[in-house]
């Protein structure tokens, strides 16, 4: 595959009766970083999108495609004027990447729905349920067995934002533990850290 280089031309100068040769770099970085840019807004709009869909807003994720769909579109466009440029080829990848990364940073920021917490302690699940509602969370416990005998499992239902939170302080006393979290869609009643009970409906739907 032939490499695309910088077209080279000369031309006469008037003014100084000399020829000066011009390289037309520029339309070519531009049209690189157009490429950049596209592909980036395409896989930021489809990793916000597939949030969307789990989520179940039907809206929300049918106008993202159709703004993934024209952006994806216009980059093929702008790559087809030509093939043979290692520079849009870098500019491609380089977007694709980076619109993963900046498509998960824009999905955690804006997530704002309600996750179901698993968490399983063998030796401090009295420790782990004094702490967890001293902090302010529910916590629904359930005597079990493992291979190696008794063991405590620990139910609660967070928001996104507090996820983290609550992992931090579930690790800090017992790094043992095994910790599994599952977004849910539907959520009736029940009582959340953080949110009044006057105003849990309202929250627990704009999740």
């Not at 359930?142 to 928001?159: E, N």
Request: charged share 15%; hydrophobic share 50%.
């Amino acid at each position: 595959m032939p490499l695309s280089l910088p077209r080279m031309y000369a031309r006469y100068d008037g003014v100084s009766g000399g020829l000066r040769a011009e390289m037309d770099l520029l339309p070519l970085l531009l049209r690189a970083l157009l490429i950049f840019t596209l592909r980036m807004l395409d896989i930021t709009l489809y990793t916000i999108r597939v949030m969307m869909v789990v989520r179940g807003k039907k809206k929300a994720a049918w106008g993202i495609a159709f703004l993934q769909s024209l952006a994806y579109l216009n980059t093929i466009h702008v790559i087809v004027m030509d093939m043979h440029s290692w520079l849009n080829m870098i500019a491609y990848a380089t977007g694709f990447a980076t619109g993963l990364v900046v498509g998960m940073l824009l999905a955690k920021r804006i997530s704002s729905g309600v996750t179901h917490l698993r968490i399983i302690s063998s030796c401090y699940g009295l420790y782990l349920i004094a702490h967890l509602r001293s902090a302010g969370y529910a916590v629904t416990e359930i005597p079990a067995k493992g291979r190696d005998g008794s063991v405590t499992m620990l139910h609660c239902m967070v928001r996104q934002q507090d996820l983290l939170e609550i992992t931090n302080l579930v690790e800090s006393i017992d790094p043992s533990a095994f910790i599994t979290e599952q977004s849910l869609r539907l959520i009736w009643r029940g009582f959340w850290h953080g949110i009044p009970k006057h105003r849990l409906a309202g929250a627990v739907q704009k999740g």
